[in-house]
């Protein structure tokens, strides 16, 4: 049986970013990469596969006993994020860990260090993977990927692990959220399901975020500044206006726990017209109602300032918080729990700051909490993934199917 860090380090290897500006499925051709690789070697191990033209592959291992048990199913994305690239990853290996800096060798004199990020010192003694540097890791979500096949080749080698039916997906696009426009609930045939994505280990999450995305486009007016007087408007200046209508202490850097907030997350523009792009989020439903008002009363106060059409805002809802969907089936939740419990694990049960596949697919009518991957400091060059937390969620993963095959 291949060794889990042996089947992450092969994953990671792939590139494949996803692109927010793409209107295709998926939006980046080299997702299909990943998975194509994924469907041959699910075949490979003799499970039935199907792969769907929207970017999605399927797998269903029939059950091994004779009762009549629900049908459990497993999701990991393969993308992954746009805010760092995903090309020419080049994981490095860190056995042992001993509670120091580490030199991130891609870049002279760039480290990852216990002083900023306090949580390496949970790992003392594990072995670390991180990046060079250069590229984030890949841990969100191919650590999932890693562990829902070492997971299914676990069954197959090991025809005496009893278990009911199987269901597996590796979707596309979840980092740029629409990683299930076009999954069908159905076709998958789960009566419940998990995504593997959650942070470090023990997370296990059935909250998260309503999100929205805001776009706003200013058209401003270019004159010679030796004669702008009252005629000049500064599309970057207004841009600049509007963002300080909105709360500061409502930004990311000053939140936590169950607080929203507006997150700006690209810009781009002249004299003439710039683009602004936000991120709008929230657990409560009617705050995030509120946030979204917010935004359009500051691009109506702008307009009123300066003319009708000097702001256009786009607003688009992304997903909305599963709890409501899962909380009528928290048996779901129980057996997450025991299962790692089993494994040794303290659960930590708490809301994702941050969206999942698994909620949209609540509202597609298939409950789906998340549960811990393993990585930390996803989405950018300081990640890493501790081992250990990997090979404990295949393992979380392998007693959760024994649990649904008990009833």
């Given at each position: 049986m291949e060794k889990i860090l042996d089947r992450f380090l092969r994953y990671v290897s792939v590139d494949t970013q996803s692109d927010e500006n793409s209107t295709t499925q998926p939006s980046t051709a080299k997702q299909w990469n990943l998975l194509n690789m994924l469907a041959d070697e699910l075949r490979a191990l003799g499970v039935a596969v199907e792969t769907e033209e929207h970017g999605y592959v399927y797998a269903r291992i029939p059950a091994n006993i004779d009762?009549?048990?629900?049908?459990?199913?497993?999701?990991?994305?393969?993308?992954?994020?746009?805010?760092?690239?995903?090309?020419?990853v080049k994981p490095q290996i860190i056995e042992n860990y001993d509670g120091g800096a580490i030199d991130l060798k891609g870049v002279p004199g760039l480290r990852l260090k216990p002083d900023e990020f306090p949580e390496m010192l949970?790992?003392?003694?594990?072995?670390?993977?991180?990046?060079d540097g250069t590229t984030l890791l890949g841990a969100d979500d191919k650590a999932g990927v890693a562990e829902i096949?070492?997971?299914?080749?676990?069954?197959?080698?090991?025809?005496?692990?009893?278990h009911g039916p199987v269901v597996?997906?590796?979707?596309?696009?979840?980092e740029i959220g629409c990683g299930v426009d076009s999954f069908d609930v159905k076709r998958f045939g789960a009566d419940f399901a998990y995504t593997m994505d959650g942070g470090e280990i023990g997370e296990l999450e059935f909250e998260n975020f309503n999100a929205a995305s805001a776009k706003l486009h200013i058209q401003g007016c270019n004159v010679h500044p030796g004669y702008a007087k009252n005629k000049m408007r500064n599309a970057i200046l207004i841009g600049q206006e509007l963002n300080a209508l909105l709360p500061v202490n409502e930004r990311p850097e000053y939140t936590e726990n169950y607080e929203g907030f507006f997150h700006i997350i690209a810009f781009k523009g002249s004299v003439e017209e710039a683009d602004f792009a936000y991120?709008?989020?929230?657990?409560?439903?009617?705050?995030?109602?509120?946030?979204?008002?917010?935004?359009?009363?500051?691009?109506?106060?702008?307009?009123?300032?300066?003319?009708?059409?000097?702001?256009?805002?786009?607003?688009?809802?992304?997903?909305?918080?599963?709890?409501?969907?899962?909380?009528?089936h928290y048996h779901i939740v129980e057996k997450a729990v025991k299962a790692m419990e089993m494994a040794g694990i303290r659960p930590k049960i708490q809301p994702i700051r941050g969206g999942t596949d698994g909620a949209r697919l609540?509202?597609?009518?298939?409950?789906?909490?998340?549960?811990?991957a393993g990585g930390l400091n996803f989405h950018g060059k300081m990640e890493f993934l501790p081992l250990e937390s990997m090979e404990a969620a295949a393992a979380v993963v392998r007693n959760l199917i024994t649990l649904y095959a008990e009833g």
């Amino acid at each position: 049986m291949e060794k889990i860090l042996d089947r992450f380090l092969r994953y990671v290897s792939v590139d494949t970013q996803s692109d927010e500006n793409s209107t295709t499925q998926p939006s980046t051709a080299k997702q299909w990469n990943l998975l194509n690789m994924l469907a041959d070697e699910l075949r490979a191990l003799g499970v039935a596969v199907e792969t769907e033209e929207h970017g999605y592959v399927y797998a269903r291992i029939p059950a091994n006993i004779d009762a009549q048990v629900p049908t459990v199913g497993f999701i990991a994305h393969v993308d992954t994020a746009p805010d760092a690239s995903g090309k020419d990853v080049k994981p490095q290996i860190i056995e042992n860990y001993d509670g120091g800096a580490i030199d991130l060798k891609g870049v002279p004199g760039l480290r990852l260090k216990p002083d900023e990020f306090p949580e390496m010192l949970h790992y003392l003694g594990q072995t670390l993977i991180t990046t060079d540097g250069t590229t984030l890791l890949g841990a969100d979500d191919k650590a999932g990927v890693a562990e829902i096949m070492d997971a299914v080749q676990y069954m197959v080698e090991h025809p005496e692990f009893k278990h009911g039916p199987v269901v597996v997906s590796f979707t596309r696009d979840e980092e740029i959220g629409c990683g299930v426009d076009s999954f069908d609930v159905k076709r998958f045939g789960a009566d419940f399901a998990y995504t593997m994505d959650g942070g470090e280990i023990g997370e296990l999450e059935f909250e998260n975020f309503n999100a929205a995305s805001a776009k706003l486009h200013i058209q401003g007016c270019n004159v010679h500044p030796g004669y702008a007087k009252n005629k000049m408007r500064n599309a970057i200046l207004i841009g600049q206006e509007l963002n300080a209508l909105l709360p500061v202490n409502e930004r990311p850097e000053y939140t936590e726990n169950y607080e929203g907030f507006f997150h700006i997350i690209a810009f781009k523009g002249s004299v003439e017209e710039a683009d602004f792009a936000y991120i709008i989020r929230d657990h409560d439903r009617a705050r995030f109602e509120a946030r979204k008002a917010l935004m359009t009363r500051a691009a109506d106060f702008i307009n009123a300032k300066y003319g009708a059409g000097t702001v256009r805002l786009e607003l688009r809802d992304q997903y909305y918080n599963m709890r409501e969907q899962v909380e009528p089936h928290y048996h779901i939740v129980e057996k997450a729990v025991k299962a790692m419990e089993m494994a040794g694990i303290r659960p930590k049960i708490q809301p994702i700051r941050g969206g999942t596949d698994g909620a949209r697919l609540s509202f597609m009518g298939l409950p789906c909490p998340n549960i811990f991957a393993g990585g930390l400091n996803f989405h950018g060059k300081m990640e890493f993934l501790p081992l250990e937390s990997m090979e404990a969620a295949a393992a979380v993963v392998r007693n959760l199917i024994t649990l649904y095959a008990e009833g």
